[in-house]
């Protein structure tokens, strides 16, 4: 069965700082993607980065990137220059194509941005 | 391009009620997905179609539940009969293709008591 797996309910961050959210996932599919998706007070979901799996090159979103470690089945989402409009809830979706598609969502892990 | 569109916003039920949840997914894309979001279960997909075929529905929770997709650019997610423990904020979210990337609907806060 595939699992995800977001070991951070919550974390907090400085203004300007760095922050990394981690996220592990569990596949013995070799074709699928993974997402991060973020979900702001406003209860909105909004797509972050996305990453296919047969890429090795790290996504980047402006100040958002990853850190994509296929063999140890870790997708980690760095936020650099932390704003406050960037406090919300974010979610690591896997994405199994195969087999008519599987998606799984971790659970989350809440994210403050302090002044 | 107005994104996803749900109705209604907001809904406050009997228990016992039917209820049903619509969606109007972006133009051109091919693929909705209906998920369910609790304090408790996290983020749950119950059901997506490609080309209006549902494809996977192992997440819908049990027959009290139902979803069809007559054409590309309306979906309805339907609970029969409502019980409080259905009470959630239910998005529908819509991509061009199952892998693209999935833009969500404003969702619907459900609440039955």
């Known amino acids: 069965a595939q699992t995800v797996t977001q070991s951070q309910p919550e974390m907090s961050v400085q203004e300007a700082e760095t922050v990394t959210l981690s996220c592990t996932y569990d596949?013995?599919?070799?074709?699928?993607?993974l997402f991060w998706y973020k979900q702001p007070p406003s209860r909105q979901m909004i797509l972050v980065i996305r990453?296919?799996?047969?890429?090795?090159q790290n996504a980047t979103e402006n100040r958002f990137s990853v850190n994509f470690q296929k063999a140890a089945k870790s997708f980690s989402l760095k936020i650099s220059d932390s704003q406050l409009g960037d406090t919300a809830m974010y979610f690591c979706l896997l994405m199994i194509y195969n087999q008519g598609g599987k998606l799984i969502f971790g659970q989350g892990t809440e994210l403050s941005v302090k002044p | 391009d107005a994104g996803v569109i749900q109705s209604p916003r907001h809904e406050v039920t009997e228990m016992g009620q039917e209820v049903t949840l619509r969606c109007k997914p972006i133009s051109g894309h091919n693929s909705l997905f209906w998920y369910r979001q609790t304090m408790m279960r996290g983020l749950e997909l119950l059901i997506y179609?490609?080309?209006?075929?549902?494809?996977?529905d192992s997440g819908m929770p049990e027959d009290r539940f139902s979803a069809k997709m007559p054409n590309a650019s309306f979906s309805t997610l339907k609970i029969q009969p409502s019980e409080p423990r259905d009470s959630a904020v239910y998005f529908c979210?819509?991509?061009?293709?199952?892998?693209?990337?999935?833009?969500f609907g404003p969702g619907t806060r459900l609440l039955v008591l």
């Open positions: 179609f490609n080309n209006n075929v549902p494809i996977d």
């Open positions: 596949t013995s599919e070799n074709n699928y993607y």
């Open positions: 990453q296919e799996a047969y890429k090795q």
């Open positions: 979210a819509s991509s061009s293709g199952v892998e693209g990337d999935q833009y």
